[in-house]
């Protein structure tokens, strides 16, 4: 990024969280903070389209060999939420979106009837853009060939929160190799300045389905994760980094 970019980013970035409909705490109308977020915005989306036709030409690791495109990421490109999953699964790697089989559905449903949006408002993505044969978890050098690009969509799209979903996520994003959702959710965690809530993939909650006591606990801690980042979502819980 240029300097002068980066600059206008900065910018975009102050006026964006000043300007208020009432109360002028910046001196500028709403129609320039506007202007400016539409410089920034189209700079987010136009970037990330730079990013995703690289990553579709990536041959990093082996998982390039095995697949049949890449899954880069959907949503929003200004979203304050993003939620990071593993690495496509055969769906997703047949229709190239993230989260559109049945972890998807579990996926869509979290968001659409939990936190009451629409699944394009916020931004879904992988660790891993291209399918680990047989849905088996990525190994440590993909994920490190990989993940360069998970943290430059980050850098671009900068939400105000993410949720990691399972262990893989929480691992690359909080840099812990051994990584347990059951030990790392029900708190904040911090990728850079982002604030970071960890909660169980929603494979797992479609795997519970015949075990309805353990489907029940499940859900429930995913909510009261869900919970939580609606608070950050709604000002009403500012985590300190
Ligand atoms: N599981 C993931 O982690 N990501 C997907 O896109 C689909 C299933």
């Not at 600059?7 to 202007?35: F, G, K, W």
């Not at 989260?99 to 936190?115: C, H, P, W």
Request: aromatic share 6%; with cysteine.
């Amino acid at each position: 990024m240029d300097q002068f970019q980066a600059i206008i980013n900065d910018v975009c970035e102050l006026v964006r969280r000043h300007a208020h409909p009432r109360r002028n705490t910046i001196a500028v109308s709403q129609e320039v903070a506007a202007l400016l977020d539409a410089i920034k915005t189209s700079d987010t989306a136009s970037r990330l389209d730079d990013l995703s036709k690289q990553v579709a030409g990536c041959t990093k690791c082996e998982l390039s060999k095995g697949r049949t495109q890449t899954v880069f990421g959907t949503g929003n490109t200004r979203a304050e939420l993003v939620f990071v999953g593993e690495g496509p699964g055969a769906e997703e790697d047949r229709q190239g979106i993230p989260f559109v089989g049945d972890a998807g559905q579990m996926l869509t449903s979290i968001i659409e009837r939990g936190i009451k949006v629409k699944r394009e408002d916020v931004y879904i993505c992988n660790v891993v853009k291209c399918r680990p044969p047989g849905n088996r978890n990525p190994k440590p050098d993909e994920m490190a060939a990989c993940e360069p690009y998970l943290f430059q969509q980050l850098e671009l799209i900068r939400p105000k929160v993410i949720c990691a979903l399972g262990a893989t996520a929480a691992s690359c994003l909080l840099r812990l190799p051994e990584a347990r959702v059951g030990q790392l959710r029900g708190k904040w965690h911090w990728y850079k300045d982002i604030p970071v809530r960890v909660t169980y993939h929603p494979s797992y909650l479609v795997r519970q389905k015949n075990e309805p006591d353990k489907l029940q606990d499940a859900k429930a801690k995913v909510w009261a994760d869900i919970r939580a980042v609606i608070r950050v979502l709604n000002g009403e819980e500012p985590p300190e980094p």
